[in-house]
């Protein structure tokens, strides 16, 4: 395995050698982005449908090709050192090739926003105004250790007709290689441009420099990676982004919560999975049902060997819990991406709703109540991008909302927020119709 790791890096290394004008690589990539991307803007449903379609066969049909070189990307990975946290996000499970196939039939099953006309008025002078919906155009997508971005953000971006230009990690290359191989052929079975999708060839991260300043030839950058990552390109890009930095999303259980419903959810919330951005960081319960439902929820997160960072009223309920600690100021403000929870213990959904407000990252948070009232105030209040009631915040996400896939999750309020799938890679214009009318 080793040494196919080697052969692959030699004969990468001689396709694109360490001394390669970068500059110009980007350029032609760019170049060819904003062509394809006006082939794209005018392609018909059926043969976006139809590439879309073919990914997905050919997906299903080459899964074993798939994980043998999703394997090989982990074996690098982990003599690396890489994260256990990012290992989970570069795994490709057979669930998450299925996943990722299906995720583009749901695609092909959703309306084509492009072209869609709405809003249409009468003015007075007698001319009708209304809006068309419209691609943004080249978008470029950089992301970490996630080979099944390859394919969610190729699908959408095919499907709402932008071109898109993939810099997927270094640690992911065989796999994401692998997949563009299966996304050009579905390209070319549609009679695309295959230059549509472009996945960057060199693992150089100067490449990443020029991309997030291409403002000629890219319209949107959409990171997917730690916050290193994104707040590197936040300083340095000249594309507008959709994005966001990190995911502290809380769990609260209210007084009025079912406990039966309370329990699950809070459980799954933080150890479905640890390495996700819509993973459970905080857990709030208020203090009528603390005594009844913490030390529950404690015995649960003991199966999972999770550590718990809690308030000093938290650690009283549950002071012979094995990895238990003082909440410090920080916690609050950590998106720990472990095994590692923060528990505070608050006195009512004011308090819960004040504390969400002033430490999350405004991604996703969850109430678990069965008070109308409340559950409503906390809809109203908490300004996040997904805010949910007797629900698991792991929901939040494009599959799991019915957008079939998503090209990420963004907390900025202007344009898209939470999950972006269609309609958050489209834009809307004006479109004007007249029957001879002038100015006066």
């Known amino acids: 395995m080793l040494y196919l790791l080697r052969q692959h890096q030699l004969t990468f290394l001689k396709q694109y050698p360490e001394n390669m004008d970068i500059k110009h690589y980007m350029n032609e990539v760019g170049q060819r982005a904003r062509k394809a991307s006006r082939a794209m803007a005018k392609a018909d449903s059926a043969a976006k449908n139809k590439a879309l379609s073919f990914i997905a066969a050919a997906i299903r049909r080459d899964a074993a090709l798939l994980r043998v070189a999703n394997q090989r990307d982990l074996e690098a990975a982990r003599a690396n050192g890489l994260a256990p946290a990012m290992l989970d996000r570069l795994t490709l499970s057979d669930k998450a090739i299925a996943s990722m196939a299906e995720g583009l039939e749901q695609v092909v099953a959703l309306p084509d926003p492009i072209g869609e006309i709405s809003n249409m008025k009468y003015r007075p002078t007698g001319i009708q105004v209304g809006q068309m919906r419209v691609p943004l155009g080249v978008i470029g997508i950089i992301y970490e250790a996630r080979p099944n971005v390859t394919i969610d953000a190729a699908g959408l971006c095919i499907k709402s007709g932008n071109a898109s230009i993939l810099r997927g990690g270094s640690e992911a290359i065989y796999c994401n290689q692998a997949l563009a191989k299966l996304v050009q052929e579905g390209l070319q079975a549609a009679d695309l441009p295959t230059d549509a999708v472009q996945v960057i060839e060199t693992t150089d991260r100067a490449a990443v420099g020029e991309l997030i300043t291409m403002p000629q030839y890219v319209d949107v950058i959409v990171p997917r990676g730690g916050k290193g990552l994104i707040e590197r390109l936040m300083q340095e890009s000249k594309v507008p982004m959709i994005k966001h930095l990190d995911g502290i999303c809380h769990v609260y259980i209210d007084d009025k919560a079912d406990i039966a419903k309370a329990l699950p959810i809070a459980f799954n919330a933080k150890c479905h999975r640890y390495g996700t951005c819509n993973t459970m960081e905080t857990l709030l319960i ?15 997160y003991f199966t999972k060997d999770v550590e718990l960072r809690a308030d000093e009223e938290a650690r009283a309920l549950i002071a012979d819990y094995p990895k238990l600690s003082a909440a410090t100021e920080q916690d609050w403000r950590t998106e720990y991406l472990a095994a590692i929870l923060s528990v505070k213990i608050v006195a009512d959904i004011n308090e819960a709703i004040q504390h969400i407000n002033t430490y999350s990252s405004q991604h996703t948070d969850a109430i678990i109540t069965e008070d109308y009232s409340r559950a409503m105030q906390f809809l109203r209040e908490v300004d996040s991008a997904s ?10 996400d494009g599959f799991e909302y019915g957008l079939g896939a998503e090209i990420g999750i963004s907390n900025d309020k202007l344009h898209a927020r939470g999950p972006v799938g269609l309609e958050g890679l489209t834009s809307l214009k004006y479109v004007v119709f007249g029957h001879g009318e002038v100015r006066a």
């Open 286 to 300: 208020a203090r009528g049902i603390a005594a009844q439902v913490l030390p529950e929820l404690a015995n649960l």
């Open 387 to 396: 805010v949910m009631v007797n629900a698991s915040t792991r929901f939040a």
